[in-house]
């Protein structure tokens, strides 16, 4: 029997996504995959499996179907979801039995919500990765009418939940020095620790823009700078001396001259932050983001340990007495009280 997810309706910015395709950027290809890997990760933690292909829904999800029994997990910014019409709790993980919809709405918190299955997606490899890279022309964004094939699911636990930090509404990001830091002023440097950035509507899976709340940022000669690789996470100062924080599909190389570079730890809250929201740099050395990439991975091996049960057995609850269990009391008159 096939397994597949029925697509009804889908989002403009739906694609499937995993980690990408590490190894091409010589060939002018980069990583692309997710834009919020930790999200992924939160995902196969809830259900109990190795890291797989999920749906990437920027900004709205869409309509869906199960075309057999299926595991889900909903992680990432927060969306309104309900399965056949009942709500559904946001980064948890939700049986979804053969014919059952699920709606998918706007997002509520951050920009980028995924939707895991168990088993994982599996449509057709492309370069050893199965997700969309739109910008090099390697798969296309979902759409109403595919039939979106699932892999073998081993089974295992359902209504499960999973308590996750705040990197959806923007904060702090740190940066270390790239290639060409130094040809910023001593003042420019300094001041991009001193300057809140708002996220501006101008936003994809390349790169974020940032709007500074002063003064625009920039080298005399910068645009002609000669052109050279770059990576996720890269400040590109434009033009206008608005930053971009290039992303997933960013492009392999570029002659915008960079100020700093986003670790890899900080980049799921770049890419959760939405629109308005605002943005801080603070400088670290090479060993901090080294502790801070190490601390990173660290969490998320440390990710299926802090799975719960969305609904506690009371045995196991050690403080019980000290909750509120009942609301109200009747007199034994009133039978539909």
Request: aromatic share 6%.
């Amino acid at each position: 029997m096939s397994r597949e997810l029925i697509v009804h309706r889908a989002g403009p910015a739906v694609t499937v996504q995993d980690g990408g395709r590490p190894g091409w950027i010589a060939f002018g290809l980069s990583r692309g995959g997710a834009m919020d890997r930790l999200a992924l990760a939160e995902g196969a933690a809830l259900l109990g499996q190795g890291e797989t292909a999920a749906l990437e829904m920027g900004g709205v999800g869409g309509r869906f179907e199960a075309g057999c029994d299926l595991r889900i997990a909903l992680t990432g910014g927060a969306m309104r979801a309900s399965i056949d019409g009942a709500p559904v709790v946001w980064n948890a993980a939700h049986s979804l039995p053969k014919g059952a919809v699920l709606e998918i709405g706007p997002v509520q918190s951050g920009a980028y919500g995924y939707l895991s299955l168990g088993g994982g997606l599996e449509p057709e490899e492309l370069l050893g990765a199965r997700s969309a890279h739109l910008t090099a022309g390697l798969g296309r964004a979902v759409a109403a009418g595919d039939r979106l094939p699932v892999g073998a699911d081993r089974g295992g636990p359902v209504a499960r939940k999973l308590a996750v930090d705040d990197r959806f509404s923007g904060g702090a990001l740190r940066v270390v020095e790239s290639l060409q830091t130094r040809l910023f002023p001593e003042e420019q440097r300094r001041r991009l620790g001193e300057t809140t950035f708002t996220r501006d509507s101008r936003a994809n899976r390349m790169g974020v823009k940032l709007v500074p709340d002063g003064a625009p940022f920039g080298v005399d000669g910068g645009l002609s700078v000669v052109s050279e690789i770059i990576t996720p996470g890269d400040i590109q100062m434009t033009g206008d001396g608005a930053p971009f924080v290039l992303m997933a599909e960013c492009q392999t190389t570029g002659g915008y001259p960079r100020l700093a570079t986003v670790i890899p730890a900080d980049l799921p809250r770049v890419a959760q932050a939405p629109a308005g929201a605002e943005l801080r740099f603070s400088f670290v050395s090479m060993d901090e983001a080294l502790a801070a990439e190490s601390a990173y991975r660290a969490a998320l091996r440390d990710l299926p340990r802090r799975i719960e049960p969305l609904v506690r057995d009371p045995a196991d609850v050690a403080d019980l007495l000290s909750h509120k269990l009942v609301s109200g009391f009747s007199n034994g008159d009133y039978h539909d009280h």
